[in-house]
């Protein structure tokens, strides 16, 4: 009887262990992940420049969907503050650098711990750090609360290629050479406009601030941050060269009336010579940008403002834009990293390049060879990085006092205001204190 015990647990046992080993290697059925929800609120790009990478992340990484909401650049400025001290959950948010950081940062979490934790302890070799140094300069108890994607400058100038090569011109470097090139464009094209630019209070400013700053590139830092003031030598000397502008012909005293859109219009069908804006211009060097925007110009190069002086250097004002940070009220702070590095290292970034948004604060980043197609393009594009990584100060902009300013240049140009009534105008308007 114990015999024929032995040998019935025996054979039980053995079925037992077969059953479980088959059991292990049998696969499990499979949980469905979690599908998570990222809310993705700011104010640049726009929706239709940011949905088709945002669908592309969603179909890379299928347990996350982004539900994006873009807001027009000031009304943005009241909105997110007020959701954010709310308490909504948001897991994404665009930051304005400037006044927006020390607004904002107290709902927003800190960057170096969350990339630390979801991004890898390397996180930071990735970005330029001068980059992050200045996002960092924006928060008053210097912590890092977004990361911007990276730089936009300005003033440079973009030029019609075609119409250069026809008249036989070389690229301006310096103002004698851009008088002389104004005036061959008129003589030998009266229907072309030699140089264009928004006549829009802010950029007229834009410009005057451009023009200060090659010889004297501290001057915007030294109002920005410290007590400098607004009617220097350097500063009335810059307002006199941007009124000897219009004497001399390089400018028509009808710019004063085209505002931004016209201004490009211009430019973009081939009705003006050389068009002076932003860095954020810069898809105009691409040949597939100005197929997808139908704008009607075959070769396109980028120059600095020509210098007016000897001692002069060309220069810009440059400044981080379009940041993201994540906010203390999200609930998906993991995804929310995933989301951020796909948009500033990783393919969102490749694809947003294609729009020319900013130069990347991503190390080593390379542009898709088929952008540039031409040396002049790429010519433009190494002098476009050229000039926004060392820029003459910071485009860390005061935008009602850029306004107010603008309109004091404007009068100057349309009602002979003399450069010295001018600048001590706009000291008067910086020393009220309505603009700080």
Not at 13 to 18: K, Q
Not at 41 to 58: H, N
Not at 133 to 142: N, V, Y
Not at 356 to 362: A, D, L, M, T, Y
């Amino acid at each position: 009887m114990y015999s024929m015990r032995s040998k019935l647990f025996t054979i039980v046992s053995i079925g037992t262990i077969i059953m479980m080993l088959v059991g292990c290697g049998a696969p499990a059925a499979t949980q469905p992940q979690e599908v998570v929800t990222l809310k993705y609120q700011t104010w640049y790009p726009a929706e239709s420049a940011l949905r088709p990478i945002l669908d592309q992340f969603e179909k890379d990484n299928p347990n996350i969907k982004v539900e994006l909401t873009v807001t027009e650049s000031t009304k943005y400025q009241q909105s997110l503050p007020l959701a954010l001290n709310s308490g909504e959950a948001i897991d994404v948010v665009g930051v304005q650098s400037g006044l927006m950081v020390e607004q904002i940062r107290g709902n927003l979490q800190p960057m170096d711990q969350l990339m630390a934790k979801y991004a890898g302890s390397d996180w930071e070799s990735k970005f330029v750090p001068g980059n992050l140094k200045t996002a960092r300069s924006l928060a008053s108890d210097g912590g890092l609360y977004f990361i911007p994607l990276g730089r936009l400058g300005s003033a440079v100038g973009f030029y019609n290629g075609a119409i250069f090569d026809e008249l036989g011109l070389k690229v301006p470097q310096t103002y004698a050479e851009l008088v002389a090139v104004a005036k061959t464009i008129r003589e030998k094209k009266p229907d072309v406009i030699p140089m264009v630019f928004p006549g829009d209070n802010w950029f007229q400013d834009e410009l005057v601030l451009t023009i200060v700053g090659q010889d004297d590139p501290s001057f915007f830092n030294n109002i920005r941050y410290k007590d400098g003031k607004w009617d220097t030598a350097s500063y009335i000397q810059a307002l006199t060269e941007y009124k000897q502008m219009y004497t001399d012909g390089v400018l028509s005293l009808d710019n004063q009336d085209i505002l931004y859109d016209q201004a490009s219009k211009l430019f973009y069908t081939g009705k003006a010579a050389m068009y002076f804006n932003g860095t954020w211009e810069s898809g105009l060097l691409s040949a597939p940008f100005r197929q997808t925007n139908k704008i009607e110009l075959t070769d396109v190069g980028l120059m600095a403002l020509p210098t007016f002086t000897a001692t002069g250097t060309p220069s810009l004002r440059s400044f981080i834009e379009v940041g993201l940070g994540v906010p203390v009220s999200s609930t998906h702070p993991a995804e929310a990293i995933k989301l951020i590095q796909y948009l500033l290292e990783g393919p969102g970034l490749t694809s947003l390049m294609t729009n020319f948004i900013v130069v990347p604060s991503k190390v080593g980043f390379v542009l898709n060879d088929s952008l540039l197609t031409t040396q002049r393009a790429k010519d433009g594009y190494a002098l476009l990085e050229k000039l926004i990584n060392n820029p003459a100060g910071d485009r860390n902009n005061m935008s009602a006092l850029s306004a107010q300013i603008g309109n004091e240049l404007q009068a100057m140009i349309t009602k002979d205001v003399s450069p010295e009534d001018t600048a001590k105008t706009i000291q008067a308007d910086y020393a009220s204190g309505r603009y700080k």
